[in-house]
């Protein structure tokens, strides 16, 4: 891994109404967006192609990334690859050098799982793909990578090295640092395709999910979940406290005669904060986790730490980074879950399409609180108010402004 230090860069068009960048809103109007043909799905792309040309009409050079999710094997809901293939035209149009759709390993079992597809060997999830349609000669029209996998990188199409990159940072409220998926940071630009869900812990699963659990390596997820704890070594460390009074929420602990702080697990966020401050280095603390142990731990604050692993992700790359959220098929739960789901809306809601995803989420969570007030569906409060919450805390944080201009159309 390569650590690049790298200062905190928030454009004016997140903070700045009068710069604000717009989001669109591509509204379907009596179209099944979830069961259309593919015939009718393609023309239904190249009019999401005229809103992708609202939000950016700037050149785009170099390797292009179409950031997706396949699904889980029986996962049918997902997102339709056919809605990404005009996607792939609009880049095209614009002379990048390589386009490619790719995603990252899971922490968790499956087909797409991290340890079931080690380095060098991810015929797993290829096969997957390949089944659901993302390949060059499936319906998404472009090839997939697994984004922290440099063994599915393509020569002269798309090309990355290393598993994961470690960015340091200066100004993120939560992590000093960063561990992008080595795809994502090779990238040079990014449609970032998201497809709305609920999520029993992300609340309004959207487009900074998809960046932050989508983007990041191992482990940036085991962080985001509170997975990766502090261990000392009684060798190296001279005991000094440091950490200890460093320790955003008090969970090292040095009493008198101890030679390391103790850890109180359910306290500790993984932020690295006692890492990074060590007086000693990496050789008396590291942070370390190999899976999720418990999937409902800070289950509460987890729109907030991937609030602040976006803004570490997207620094730098904001303008050169279009975010679409996919809202139909839309169930309780995401596409994470290897189970067969029905949608909770009789209509499919159409694209948002824009640069600011926090933005975008805040909106989607609106619109699909009131599609479900209208067909009289109850879905628990607190989970439609997650977006909400983000956006309160990014603009309070960071001041990102989420009530941005918003442009429609129609496809119909």
Same mark, same amino acid.
């Given at each position: ?7 905190? =860069? ?45 939000? +950016? ?24 690859? &056919? ?48 089944? +659901? ?61 998201? +497809?709305?869900?609920? +999520? ?25 979940? =509170? ?68 999937? &409902? ?44 789901? =029905? ?70």
């Amino acid at each position: 891994m390569i650590s690049k230090i790298s200062p905190l =860069q928030i454009p004016d068009q997140l903070r700045l109404l009068e710069k604000a960048w717009p989001t669109v809103y591509l509204q379907a109007k009596n179209l099944d967006l979830w069961r259309a043909p593919t015939s009718l799905a393609y023309l239904v792309s190249d009019v999401l192609n005229t809103a992708i040309q609202r939000v +950016h009409d700037n050149p785009i050079h170099g390797q292009a990334l179409l950031k997706v999710h396949i699904g889980e094997p029986n996962c049918y809901t997902r997102m339709k690859p &056919e809605y990404v293939m005009g996607i792939s035209k609009f880049l095209s149009k614009k002379g990048v050098s390589g386009i490619i759709a790719g995603d990252t390993t899971v922490a968790y079992t499956g087909p797409r799982g991290y340890k079931e597809n080690p380095k060098g060997s991810v015929s797993s999830y290829l096969k997957l793909a390949r089944k +659901h349609g993302w390949s060059k000669n499936g319906k998404a029209g472009a090839s997939f990578v697994v984004l922290d996998r440099p063994s599915t990188s393509k020569s002269e199409e798309f090309e990355f090295a290393v598993e994961q990159e470690h960015f340091e940072l200066d100004g993120v409220n939560r992590f000093n640092d960063s561990y992008a998926a080595g795809g994502f940071a090779a990238a040079d630009f990014i449609v970032n395709n998201a +497809h709305l869900t609920l +999520h029993g812990l992300a609340g309004v699963a959207g487009c900074v999910k998809s960046i932050a659990m989508g983007c990041s390596g191992l482990t940036g997820k085991l962080r985001m979940h =509170q997975s990766l704890l502090p261990h000392f070594d009684a060798d190296f460390c001279v005991g000094c406290g440091k950490c200890v009074e460093s320790c955003p929420e008090n969970a090292l602990r040095l009493d008198e005669g101890d030679s390391c702080p103790i850890v109180d697990p359910e306290s500790c966020i993984g932020c690295g904060e006692c890492e990074a401050v060590c007086a000693v280095g990496k050789d008396a603390i590291k942070l370390a986790g190999e899976e999720i142990t418990d999937w &409902e731990r800070g289950g509460r604050t987890l729109p907030i730490r991937m609030a602040d692993y976006t803004i570490g992700l997207m620094n730098g790359r904001w303008d050169n980074t279009i975010h679409v959220l996919h809202m139909y098929a839309i169930t309780e739960r995401c596409d994470c879950l290897n189970i067969n789901q =029905q949608p909770m809306l009789k209509d499919d809601l159409g694209f948002l399409v824009g640069k600011n995803p926090f933005a975008i989420d805040r909106l989607a969570g609106q619109i699909l609180t009131e599609a479900l007030n209208k067909e009289e569906r109850t879905v628990d409060k607190t989970i439609l108010t997650s977006a909400e919450i983000m956006a309160n805390y990014v603009y309070k944080t960071y001041g990102i402004q989420t009530e941005t201009p918003v442009k429609k159309m129609t496809v119909s």
